[in-house]
C-alpha cells in the first residue's frame, strides 16, 4: 500500500494526491500458510469472514465480535472446545493470510480445457515453427485435459477431434458474424433429437449429451494421435492472395466461434482459448484493416486524431466477446508473434477482463514465444500456477468507499453502501470476476475515504484502527475450490501532526506503481488527457506538502528518505513506453499496459525504472546508476527493463571479445567475467513471463540503442563538459534527471 497509515478526512485524502489504495496478489505462494479442511465461519451481518482482528469472549458464552461491523456473533457447536490456550488456526495473529478448503465441494472437479485457435495465413516457415511448437505442447499435456482445434483463414475450421477415420471438419465462413444457434444448428449437436424450445443451452445438464460434446473436446490421452497428425499437415490458408493485398483473416469470427463452442459444450468450467495469431484481422467482425496494402494499419496518430475507423467497431465486437467469455467463466489467451500489427489493442478489452495471458514476439520461431509457451504448460515448481473460476470481494471498515480495481478482472455489478460515486477503472461494485488468474495476477484497489467530520473528532474517537478484508474464492490447479482470505489493519491519523506519521508508513514503490496504472488508465480513457502534466503537477504537490523548505529557497529543499526516491520513479515513468507512445505501436502500448496492470510491485518497479548492474575486473557485479556516466570501456553491464534485458559490452572488452582472449587459458578471468552477466541474464529470463528478449551489443553498435534509450541523458551532444573518455553521451533533446529534480525544488517550494 502507498499509505500505510490513512489521511484521517475527506480533505486530507485530496492533500495527498496518492489515492488511498492498495496492490494485492490473491495467489501468491505463501509457504506457509495452512489450508484448513472446512468451511470458513462467516459475520451473520456483514459476510465478512472471522479473523485475527476479531474480538472473541473464550467463557461460557463463547461469541466474537466482527471488527467490521461489530456484530455479535455465536460460535457454532464445532468450536465449542476453543479456549486461550487451543485456538483455531483463523485467529492466530500470524496467519492474517488462510486459505479454506470445504470437503463439501470437492464434488465439482472439472477437467482443464484448452481449445487451441490457429491462424494459417502465415508463410511456410512461420507455420513450421509455430507446430514445432505446439506438437512439443501437446506431449506434455495432463492426460484428463480436453482440448479442441479451430484454424482459421479466409473461412472458420472446427476440426472434429472424436472422428478419428478421416479429418472431419466444420467450416464458417469469416466474413459473415456467427451466432449460438448457427453453431449449434450446423455442427449437428442435435441431429438425432428435438432441440429444446425454451432457456438457454449449456453443457450436459440442458440436454446435449456427451457424445456429441466429445467429437469436438476431447480428452489429450484419446486423441492425441489425430492432433499430432492434423498439425504435421497443417498448411498454409489455400486461398490466393493477390500481389497488393493482404491475407483474408478473420481473427474475429474465428474467436466468436470458438466462445460460442466453449459455452454450449463446457460452460463454467476453466476453460481457456489460446489463439496464435499472425497477422492483422483484414475480414469479417473485428478487422482493423482492409485488405488493401497501400492503406496502413492504425497508428497512435489515427487514434488521437479518430482517423482509423475499423477501430471503434472492433473494439465493440471483442467487448461482446468479452461479456460472453466472462458471463461463460471462460478466458482469452494471446500468442500475437508478428512484424505488423495483429490487433491486441483491440482485443486487449476481452484478455484483460477475462485474465488471459498475452505473448507479443516477432515471429512463431522468437524464443520470446517458444519459452512463454513451455512456461504456460510446465508442471514443476517454476509453473505459472494457472487457477480458474475466481471471485474476488472486498470488506472494509465504514467511512472508506471503494472507486474500482484497476487489473484483469470484470465487475460482477454488486452494489453496496461501500461502492463510491467516482470511478475508477471497473468500479461500482464490491465483487469482481477473475475467469482466469495465476500466482502472479495482481490487482490495484483504489479507495476513498469519506470521514468528512473535523479532525478533532477523530482524534477523540476510540478506536483508530481499520480494517481491511479481501476473499478469493477460486479453482485450484488440482481442480479444488478453495477461499483465500487476507485480513489486514491500518490505522488513521489527522490534525497537525499527522504528516510526519503519513511520511513514515509511506511506500514510495508502491506509490509508482498506482501512479503507473493510474497514468495508463487515463490515457486510455480520458479524451484530452495531458500524461506530462497530470505526473508533474501530482509531483509538486506531493514535494510541498512534504518535503521540508524555506519558502522561496529552492536550495533549502530536502524530501525524508522514505520520498526520497519517488521523484526519480516519476522521472522515468514519465519516459517510459507506458507514457512515451511515439516509437511503438497501438499494439505495443496495450501490451505493456496488460502486463503492467497484471504484475506485482517488484516487477513493475523494474517496468518503470529498469535495473542496471556492472561487472567489470575491479569488483564484482554491483548495481550502478540509471545513468550514461554508468557506460564504461572496461565494463559490462546488464539492463533489466522487463520486457528486454540487455548484455552490454564496453569498447575495450568488446575488442578484447573479437581478438579471441577469452578463449586463451591465460586470460581466464577474462572468460568469467564474459560469462557472469550471460549467466546472470538467462536466470532471469528461465523464471519470467512472458519471457523477456535477450539483447546482446556493443558500445557503439546498432543494438546499443535498447540501453541508450532507458539511461538518464546526464551527458547529451549539447552538452558542455566533454565526453569521458571510453564513456558515451546521448543524442537527445530530452532534460537530464539533474535539470528535472531542479525545476521540481523551485516549483515546489513557491
Known amino acids: 500500500m502507498p499509505w500505510n497509515v490513512l489521511p484521517g478526512s475527506k480533505s486530507e485524502a485530496a492533500q495527498c494526491v496518492i489515492p488511498v489504495s492498495a496492490i494485492y496478489t490473491p495467489l501468491k505462494p505463501f509457504p506457509n500458510t495452512p ?46 472446545s476453543i479456549s486461550e490456550t487451543n485456538m483455531p488456526a483463523e485467529l492466530f495473529p500470524q496467519y492474517t493470510t488462510i486459505e479454506y478448503e470445504s470437503p463439501s465441494e470437492k464434488a465439482s472437479l472439472t477437467n482443464p480445457v484448452f481449445l487451441f485457435v490457429i491462424d494459417t495465413c502465415v508463410i511456410e516457415e512461420e507455420i513450421g515453427y509455430l507446430k514445432s511448437s505446439l506438437l512439443q505442447v501437446v506431449g506434455t499435456l495432463p492426460e484428463n485435459c480436453l482440448i479442441g482445434l479451430i484454424t482459421f483463414g479466409t473461412y472458420v475450421h472446427v476440426h472434429e477431434l472424436g472422428f478419428g477415420q478421416i479429418p472431419k471438419v466444420y467450416v464458417f465462413k469469416g466474413s459473415k458474424e456467427v451466432s449460438k444457434d448457427q453453431v449449434l444448428e450446423q455442427m449437428g449437436f442435435f441431429a438425432n433429437k428435438l432441440k429444446p424450445t425454451t432457456g438457454v443451452i449449456a453443457g450436459v445438464r440442458d440436454g446435449l449429451s456427451q457424445e456429441s460434446i466429445s467429437r469436438f473436446l476431447l480428452p489429450a490421452s484419446e486423441c492425441e494421435f489425430t492432433l499430432n497428425s492434423i498439425l504435421e499437415e497443417l498448411q498454409r490458408d489455400p486461398w490466393p492472395v493477390p500481389a497488393d493485398h493482404r491475407a483474408a483473416r478473420c481473427t474475429g469470427t474465428a474467436l466468436s466461434v470458438a466462445s460460442h463452442l466453449l459455452g454450449i459444450c463446457v460452460p463454467g468450467s476453466g476453460a481457456r482459448i489460446m489463439a496464435f495469431l499472425g497477422g492483422p484481422s483484414t475480414e469479417g467482425p473485428g478487422a482493423i484493416v482492409s485488405k488493401i496494402l497501400s492503406e496502413p494499419i492504425r497508428s497512435h496518430k489515427d487514434l488521437d486524431k479518430d482517423s482509423a475507423p475499423l477501430y471503434h467497431k472492433a473494439v465493440k465486437f471483442y467487448e461482446g466477446i468479452s461479456k460472453q467469455l466472462v458471463h461463460q467463466g471462460h478466458v482469452l489467451d494471446v500468442f500475437a508473434c508478428a512484424l505488423e500489427q495483429v490487433g491486441l489493442a483491440e482485443i486487449k478489452v476481452a484478455c484483460e477482463k477475462t485474465g488471459g495471458l ?98 478533532d473528532a477523530i482524534a477523540q474517537s476510540a478506536n483508530p484502527q481499520f480494517y481491511f478484508q479481501f476473499l478469493t474464492y477460486y479453482q485450484h490447479p488440482s481442480g479444488q475450490m478453495r477461499l483465500r482470505v487476507t485480513t489486514l489493519s491500518r490505522r488513521w491519523v489527522a490534525g497537525p501532526g499527522s504528516v510526519q506519521d503519513l511520511i513514515a508508513g509511506f511506500d514510495q514503490e508502491a506509490a509508482a506503481v498506482v501512479m503507473a496504472r493510474q497514468v495508463s488508465f487515463k490515457m486510455e480513457t480520458e479524451a484530452d488527457f495531458d500524461p506530462i502534466r ?46 512515451q507512445v511515439f516509437g511503438n505501436s497501438p499494439d505495443e502500448t496495450a501490451y505493456f499496459r496488460m502486463i ?40 559490462i553491464l546488464l539492463l533489466d527493463s522487463y520486457f528486454t534485458i540487455v548484455v552490454f559490452h564496453g569498447s575495450t572488452i568488446a575488442q578484447w571479445r573479437k581478438l579471441g582472449y577469452h578463449e586463451q587459458p591465460e586470460h581466464q578471468a577474462f572468460a568469467e567475467l564474459l560469462k557472469s552477466p550471460r549467466e546472470d541474464a538467462e536466470a532471469i529470463v528461465r523464471e519470467r513471463f512472458p519471457v523477456p528478449r535477450l539483447v546482446i551489443c556493443d558500445q557503439y553498435g546498432s543494438q546499443a540503442r535498447f540501453m541508450l534509450a532507458k539511461l538518464n541523458p546526464s551527458a547529451t551532444y549539447n552538452s558542455d563538459a566533454p565526453p569521458i573518455p571510453g564513456g558515451d553521451i546521448i543524442f537527445t533533446d530530452d532534460v537530464s534527471f539533474e535539470v528535472f529534480l531542479d525545476h521540481l525544488q523551485r516549483l515546489a517550494v513557491h
Open 596 to 635: 503492467l496492470n497484471r504484475e506485482n510491485v517488484a516487477n513493475s518497479v523494474v517496468m518503470i525504472q529498469p535495473s542496471l548492474i556492472s561487472y567489470s575486473f575491479h569488483s564484482g557485479p554491483e548495481p550502478v546508476l540509471l545513468d550514461v556516466a554508468a557506460i564504461a570501456a572496461d565494463r
Open 358 to 455: 498475452v505473448v507479443l514476439a516477432e515471429s512463431f520461431g522468437h524464443s520470446v514465444f517458444k519459452d512463454s509457451l513451455k512456461q504456460v504448460f510446465q508442471s514443476d515448481g517454476n509453473d505459472l500456477g494457472l487457477s480458474s473460476n475466481g471471485i474476488f470481494e472486498i470488506n472494509c471498515s465504514k467511512d472508506i468507499k471503494v472507486q474500482g480495481v484497476i487489473g484483469p478482472c470484470a465487475s460482477l455489478e454488486k452494489k453496496g453502501p461501500l461502492c463510491s460515486e467516482v470511478v475508477v477503472g471497473q468500479g461500482n461494485t464490491t465483487a469482481w470476476k477473475m475467469c482466469g488468474l495465476d500466482k502472479t495476477s495482481t490487482f490495484c484497489l483504489i479507495f476513498e475515504v469519506a470521514k468528512k467530520e473535523s479532525p
Open 534 to 579: 497530470w505526473l508533474d503537477k501530482s509531483l509538486i504537490h506531493i514535494c510541498s506538502r512534504f518535503g521540508d523548505y524555506q519558502k522561496d529557497t529552492p536550495s533549502s529543499f530536502t524530501l525524508s528518505p522514505r520520498f526520497s526516491i519517488f521523484p526519480q520513479f516519476i522521472f522515468h515513468l514519465r519516459r517510459s513506453q507506458f507514457v
Open 35 to 80: 489450508t484448513l479442511p472446512y468451511a470458513p465461519l462467516r459475520c451473520r451481518n456483514c459476510r465478512s469472514v472471522l479473523n485475527p482482528f476479531s474480538i472473541v469472549d473464550f467463557s461460557s458464552t463463547k461469541i466474537w465480535i466482527c471488527c467490521f461491523c461489530l456484530q455479535r456473533n455465536h460460535f457454532p457447536p464445532s468450536y465449542q
